[in-house]
């Protein structure tokens, strides 16, 4: 008699997670769409040369305007071309999650497939944040002031239709390469939500809403200014606490106790001005081109050094574990703002894992097959192959005011 058991089904199986994998790493993409993939021995398929330690980008100069009439009786000069060269170093990223058996004896759950989906996901922000780091640690910069003195009370710090045109005047000044939409060259503008709110609340941006399509302002919809299409995403970078101080500063550090994920409270070492400001910053202060990827916001809630607060993560907690002595700051955020185009940033990926990274398993292990484990891997990258092809902008934020 023949029987159905998950081996003769395991390739249903293996989809089935593999499926949730998928739809997890696709969810969420932001910076990933200033990237252009470039030609690599990676995507040819039947040599699998392999991907390579490094890509050069090769640019050549432009030839120069000519000045010179013809002679009638010398002939004429030729022009010498220069070239320069850029070089991208692919890395390699990898997540991985392992329970025993009596957990899937146990759980009510479907934890497999959730699994997966989470696997996913994990795979999407790490990779992402690769793109992220390419996008915003470019040398091109446009601020009111130094990152450290970035004000929430200052106006001319704020994000604003004002600013978006500076931008626009220099990204098409260094002359960014376009993507063309209905006929026109478009850029891409990549910012938080509480940047946005200054945007869309001011003065002349309400007056257009108001006067020629009031239903922007009940959607709060804004899709375009100047030749930039404006992508709004609580998934862009902040980077939490490196503006100016409050003026009723909290400045301590996580005390006592590591803090884990989904924790909705933890000890501070001081209480003093706690509870002030819109956020806290749980990580360390970024400055210059350094980035922190497990920093994160969180809103005081309750309490003095034992606090209570509002997070982040699915059930209202942190998103990260954090170690005991990491900051804890309530000094004004700085929202980067990219400026740029599919073709700012290029990316490389091997295709024996794919865009999205590979998943791996489920796999058993031990003795008596009692553990299982499910992994993604990727190797690739992405990198600036030109500083006039990104602009990044540093704003703060009047909600924090």
């Known amino acids: 008699m023949a029987i159905q058991t998950t081996s003769n089904l395991s390739n249903a199986i293996g989809t089935r ?38 890509y050069t980008v090769p640019f050549l100069s432009e030839m120069s305007p000519e000045t010179t009439t013809i002679s009638e009786t010398l002939d004429i000069d030729p022009q010498i071309l220069r070239d320069a060269a850029s070089t991208i170093t692919p890395t390699s990223r990898r997540g991985a999650l392992e329970w025993s058996e ?19 996901m994990n795979a999407m922000e790490t990779i992402d944040n690769l793109a992220r780091a390419a996008a915003l640690q470019g040398t091109a910069v446009l601020r009111g002031a ?3 003195s970035l004000d929430a009370g200052t106006a001319g710090h704020l994000w604003s239709s004002d600013a978006i045109l500076s931008a626009q ?30 945007l869309i ?11 020629q ?5 009940f959607g709060s919809e804004l899709g ?28 301590t550090t996580l005390s006592d106790t590591a803090a884990n994920a989904l924790d909705t409270t933890a000890t501070v070492a001081s209480s003093t001005n706690i509870n002030v400001g819109r956020y806290l910053t749980v990580g360390t202060e970024e400055t210059g081109d350094t980035h922190y990827d497990e920093n994160e916001l969180i809103n005081w809630s309750s309490g003095t050094t034992t606090i209570t607060f509002r997070g982040q993560s699915t059930n209202g907690g942190f998103r990260f574990d954090h170690a005991d002595g990491e900051a804890v ?37 031990g003795r008596a097959d009692q553990f299982t484990t499910a992994s993604w891997k990727f190797y690739g990258g992405y990198g600036r192959v030109a500083e006039n092809r990104v602009l990044r902008g540093e704003y703060a934020a009047s909600l924090q005011a």
């Open 224 to 251: 375009q200014i100047g030749n930039f299409k404006l992508v709004i995403s609580p998934w862009a970078k902040v980077f939490g606490a490196a503006g100016a101080d409050n003026a009723s500063n909290a400045a």
């Open 17 to 54: 997670y593999l499926q949730r994998y998928v739809q997890g790493a696709k969810v969420k993409r932001l910076y990933d769409q200033l990237a252009m993939p470039i030609s690599a021995p990676q995507f040819d398929l039947e040599q699998r040369r392999g991907m390579g330690s490094s």
């Open 146 to 148: 130094a990152r450290a």
């Open 169 to 198: 005047a220099m990204i098409q000044t260094m002359r960014c390469p376009p993507f063309m939409a209905n006929g026109r060259p478009q850029y891409i503008a990549i910012a938080h939500p509480d940047t946005y709110f200054d």
């Open 329 to 365: 700051r309530n000094a004004d955020n700085v929202y980067p703002v990219v400026y740029g185009s599919p073709e700012s940033l290029v990316k490389v990926f091997a295709e024996e894992v794919g865009e999205f990274g590979e998943f791996v398993g489920p796999k058993k292990s």
């Open 213 to 217: 399509d009031k239903e922007l302002l």
């Open 201 to 211: 609340v001011s003065g002349d941006v309400n007056s257009v809403i108001l006067y």
């Open 102 to 120: 009596l957990v899937d004896l146990e759980a009510f759950t479907d934890y497999v497939a959730a699994r997966a989906e989470i696997l996913g």
